[in-house]
Structures are given as C-alpha cells and as structure tokens.
C-alpha cells in the first residue's frame, strides 16, 4: 500500500509497567488498560517526529472487556494526551466525532458503527476485499496466556533486572523451578534444544551424552546433587528404550563429561516444581 512500516520496540519501562500497572491486570499478566495508554503515548511521540495529526486504531466498541469499553476508550484517550485525535473507523458511528471527521479529512459517513464481541462484520468484509493470511480472531497477546503470565510473574519475582534473553526464554520448554536462584528449562524437541544452545548465556546447558534426550539449560548455578537432578530430569524425558540403567551427561560450556546418573526424576516431583 505504500505506507512505511515503524516498528517501537517496547523498553524496561513497560516491565515496570506490567510489575505495577495503576489500572491493574486482567485475568492474567495482562495490565490492558496501561498498555493501551503506553502504546498511544508512543504513537503520539511517533506523530511529533513525522508530523502526522491524527491515530486510526482496528478497535471495536465492547470488543475486549477491559481496554476497549466505551468509558475506558474515553479515559486512554485522555490518559495518553490523544482525546479526540484517535479514528476507531469500525465503530466511529457510535462514538464521539473526532477531528479528522469534524475538520472534514475522513469522510464519517463511509465509517461504520460495529460493536459488540462479534466478529461477522469484520469476516465479512475481509471476504469481500479478498483479504486473507490474517489472525485468528482471538488471543494475540502473551500477557493474556495462564502458563506464560505464570512463568512471568515468577521471573519477576526472581529478578529485578530483566534481560530479552530472559523473556524469550519463557516461551521455550517446560520450566521447572527447583528453588530461589535456580530454574531449569528442558528442551522438548529438537528445535528447542538448539534454542536453548541460542540462549545460553542466559545460564548453563546440560545434555545427554551419546543418546538422544532433552538439554536442559540451568538459569543459575546448580550444585553437585541439584547436578544430578538434571541428570534425572533428562533421564525422565528420554526414551525409555534409549536411556539404559545409567545416563552420562555433559555440561556444553565447559565441554567435558560431568556425571553418571542412574535416577530417573518423579512425575509427582516434577508437577509440584512446573512453572
């Protein structure tokens, strides 16, 4: 279409942001209503750089229930320095006019007036533009996933200084924390287990030697028995029929031989431990 693409990323401020956010979470980690006044602050800043006068946003009236009710559209909007400059061409027929309407720029009458959490209108027009390659009309956000937000908040709580490596990593493997100062993350593919190789400066990874199973990357500095956990962990996660009586295990930073480790983690241990 011709329109460049600006891409802001967003910075440690919206960490602190997401620790505390003044209008709160949602059923997860998701601090909705802040983020939108966040997002709209930097588009604002992005609008002083370039000169443009007024935000169009895909936002449809009662279409989330936290960010997108009309009182809280109205409260962002103020919030962010944005009232009356902010196009919703979905729903502009039920709201307020706003200045790119009222100046004449958008003509408001080929606007629409969707609300609601249907999404019939917007399929409908998709088909009808021959557009598709787009989103399911759900999710989305990270923030609002039970597991994800869960191994947020004990990131968090384990650190004051979050790294991007750090929150990449909460998307990779199953997390197990075993105590303060210490989580391991356990590769269930192999696809995982070379993102983890990727990630290792965010700790120390381990994996089976001469046989196939999980590497585990150790985000802190395990000892000599929490060493031969790990070594259960793989073994719990390895083919039975390839794991033997004993496994070997090496550690991949220090490329030498580490431990033999003949137990074979709990399930129930396991479970108790699961981020």
């Known amino acids: 279409m011709g329109v460049p693409l600006v891409l802001k990323p967003k910075g440690k401020d919206f960490i602190q942001l997401i620790r505390a956010p003044r209008y709160g979470h949602g059923k997860n980690l998701n601090p909705c209503i802040d983020c939108r006044i966040y997002t709209f602050i930097k588009t604002r800043e992005l609008m002083d750089e370039i000169g443009a006068t007024f935000i169009v946003t895909g936002e449809v009236v009662g279409q989330r229930p936290m960010s997108q009710r009309r009182n809280t559209m109205r409260l962002i909007d103020k919030q962010s320095g944005c009232s009356g400059i902010v196009l919703r061409p979905?729903?502009?027929?039920?709201?307020?006019?706003?200045?790119?309407?009222?100046?004449?720029?958008?003509?408001?009458?080929?606007?629409?007036?969707?609300?609601?959490?249907?999404?019939k209108v917007q399929l409908q027009m998709a088909s009808e533009l021959g557009l598709f390659g787009y989103s399911p009309p759900a999710g989305g956000c990270l923030l609002t996933e039970k597991v994800f937000s869960r191994r947020l908040r004990d990131l968090l709580e384990e650190k004051e200084e979050v790294t991007p490596e750090d929150l990449e990593l909460l998307r990779v493997?199953?997390?197990?924390?075993?105590?303060?100062?210490?989580?391991?993350?356990?590769?269930?593919?192999d696809a995982e287990n070379k993102r983890l190789q990727n990630l290792e400066k965010a700790g120390v990874t381990f994996a089976p030697l001469d046989f196939p199973g999980p590497q585990v990357l150790a985000v802190g500095s395990p000892g000599l028995e929490e060493v031969v956990l790990i070594g259960s962990i793989i073994r719990r996660y390895s083919k039975e029929s390839s794991r033997g009586e004993w496994i070997e295990m090496r550690d991949l930073r220090a490329g030498e031989l580490r431990i033999q480790v003949k137990d074979v983690a709990p399930e129930d241990w396991i479970e108790a431990h699961m981020l």
């Open 90 to 119: 979905l729903s502009a027929k039920v709201l307020t006019p706003t200045l790119p309407e009222t100046e004449g720029i958008v003509d408001r009458e080929q606007l629409l007036e969707v609300a609601g959490r249907g999404r």
């Open 173 to 189: 493997g199953r997390h197990i924390r075993v105590r303060h100062g210490l989580k391991l993350v356990v590769g269930r593919n």
